[in-house]
């Protein structure tokens, strides 16, 4: 069947179906990654977006029920080059278009993703429509356009859980699978806020000896700290951060009175509550092979983002320092308090997909929580 992507520029490209049939609309972004369109898909940091995956060929390891990263699928659809229906792989139990089917999703491959992902790259990320049922093109650029910009938008409370709720699966290993941590081996008490979060994370913290506890996005920090936790995680997730003014003025709240570890949208939220300034990048940085440089030790860290804002360091000199900076673009990749044991980054330590250069942040956590308690 055939399928057609408009962009709000009036760019149009044509191809062929895979996946749920319908329309979408979303912002278009590209994902350099060349592995893990699973943990792609289930990523809530998505909502909104249409991902297109600059990998050329995309499905030949199918799907399987231990990758992924979220109880479901939040983007809004899914852009490849390639679409291998035909998988291989030990784990696997249905293939991509299946599983693109069963949750809705909106796919379309047979594009040239090279000639879009220079595209955006050259003109910004935008907001595009997928269509199986519409394809007059003047028709498509019209419903790209009525589209909402990502600036402006709150998405993170809207993917949140409902309810706090315990952790304590630990990270895959490749004999035993999933396990739960024993009571012996949480030694940190820890209420992850969740704006999107990602099940990997809850694994690393857990793996690191952290008894986690999940509270929703607009949890009230008296409530949270009632709970005594040794520290505060912010997670991940979707959107532009600075609609989110209750949670901003929440995290606030922590802020002298319990360590802080901040992950992409946690690491602008907390950017934000400390007086800083965010903005919006002209693509974002989306992929696993992304170099960063730890300024403390000046190694560099080939690392997994996926964000389309920014904290703006100048904003933050009177309390915060640059930890971390991309190499490719020079944004900030991380920072830390200059006198309060509180950090963030911008990129994903925990991967999945990804390289496991950064893991080394949850033990960072740890040792900040570690010496607060001595």
């Not at 060929?57 to 983007?75: A, M």
């Not at 040239?112 to 907001?127: E, F, M, P, V, Y």
């Not at 009525?146 to 402006?152: D, E, K, T």
Request: aromatic share 8%; glycine share 10%.
């Amino acid at each position: 069947m055939k399928a057609v992507l408009a962009l709000a520029d009036g760019r149009v490209f044509e191809g062929k179906s895979f996946g749920a049939t319908g329309e979408a609309v979303g912002e278009v972004v590209f994902n350099t990654a060349m592995t893990g369109y699973q943990e792609v898909l289930t990523d809530p940091s998505y909502r909104g977006q249409m991902v297109t995956m600059t990998y050329t060929q995309i499905g030949n390891t199918g799907i399987n029920p231990e990758d992924i990263e979220s109880k479901q699928l939040y983007l809004s659809g899914f852009i490849v080059k390639e679409y291998h229906d035909c998988y291989s792989n030990w784990r696997a139990t249905m293939s991509l278009d299946a599983y693109l089917k069963e949750n809705g999703v909106v796919g379309i491959q047979g594009l040239d993703t090279r000639a879009l992902t220079r595209h955006l790259r050259d003109k910004g990320a935008q907001n595009g429509v997928i269509s199986t049922v519409d394809s007059d093109h003047e028709s498509l650029v019209k419903k790209a356009r009525a589209v909402p910009s990502m600036a402006g938008l709150d998405l993170a409370t809207g993917v949140s859980c409902d309810k706090p709720y315990h952790w304590t699966e630990k990270l895959w290993d490749l004999e035993a699978g999933y396990t739960a941590a024993t009571p012996d081996e949480l030694k940190y008490k820890v209420v992850a806020y969740d704006f999107g979060i990602k099940y990997n994370i809850l694994r690393c913290l857990v793996s690191a000896g952290c008894d986690v506890t999940v509270v929703p996005a607009t949890f009230p920090a008296d409530e949270a700290l009632a709970m005594n936790p040794d520290g505060i995680f912010l997670s991940n997730g979707p959107g532009d951060p600075e609609p989110m003014t209750a949670v901003i003025e929440n995290i606030r709240k922590f802020v002298g009175k319990k360590p802080i570890f901040g992950i992409c949208l946690g690491h602008q939220l907390l950017g934000l509550a400390l007086g800083g300034q965010t903005m919006k990048l002209k693509f974002g940085n989306h992929g696993s092979n992304l170099p960063v440089m730890d300024l403390d030790t000046r190694r560099v860290e080939i690392t997994a983002q996926n964000h389309g804002f920014s904290v703006d360091i100048v904003s933050l000199g009177h309390a915060c320092e640059l930890a971390h900076e991309n190499l490719n673009d020079q944004t900030v990749e991380g920072m830390k308090h200059k006198d309060l044991p509180i950090f963030s980054v911008q990129h994903h330590p925990e991967a999945s997909p990804g390289p496991h250069d950064s893991h080394y942040l949850f033990g960072r956590f740890v040792e900040l929580m570690e010496k607060e308690k001595a």
